[in-house]
């Protein structure tokens, strides 16, 4: 059970190590918040929100570095709350004033994610964290299972969309541990 302060969830990195039977040598803990969707009036984790604010002009921005000052409008991310909340002019409702909504928003946001995602892939290629080709992508898997907290843990599989199905389902089944 994880515990729960003030709508933040406190999550022990360690769990996996406490299954395995293997002591940490610290406890290492991470608190997850949560905000209110605009579109859905839910308390959601942070981590699949996008945040907006306000602008001094009045129109909303998408703020995915979460650095932007005012007060954040979070929207789950996903085109059919962005649509939902375009269309029902939610954003003026949460922010309990008049916005704008710019024209092309709902196709701003989806490039946006995808130029931070290959920027966070470039800063990864050029830190060394970056593998890829399917035998050092398995190897990387593979060497994950035995030291789960080491530089070789993968965070992320991404595959091919035209790559062979059986390659893809091998590195599946590896990255799931099976």
Do not use: C, Y
């Not at 959601?44 to 000052?69: A, Q, S």
Request: aromatic share 4%; glycine share 8%; no cysteine.
């Amino acid at each position: 059970m994880t515990p729960s302060l003030n709508n933040e969830t406190l999550i022990d990195l360690n769990d996996d190590l406490a299954e395995a039977g293997d002591t940490p040598s610290q406890t290492v803990s991470v608190r997850v918040t949560h905000r209110r969707d605009v579109a859905s009036h839910q308390s959601v984790p942070r981590d699949g929100l996008i945040r907006f604010v306000v602008g001094p002009d009045g129109f909303v921005v998408p703020d995915l570095k979460e650095t932007l000052p005012g007060r954040g409008l979070w929207l789950k991310a996903d085109a059919e709350s962005l649509a939902l909340a375009i269309k029902k002019n939610l954003f003026s409702r949460a922010a309990k004033r008049a916005v704008k909504t710019p024209e092309g928003l709902d196709t701003l946001v989806p490039a946006l994610i995808r130029r931070r995602l290959l920027e966070q892939l470039g800063l990864a290629r050029r830190e060394g964290n970056l593998v890829t080709g399917f035998e050092k992508v398995a190897t990387a898997l593979k060497l994950g299972k035995t030291a789960p907290h080491a530089a070789g843990r993968a965070a992320w599989l991404i595959e091919a969309s035209d790559g062979a199905e059986d390659g893809r389902s091998k590195l599946l089944n590896l990255s799931n541990g099976q």
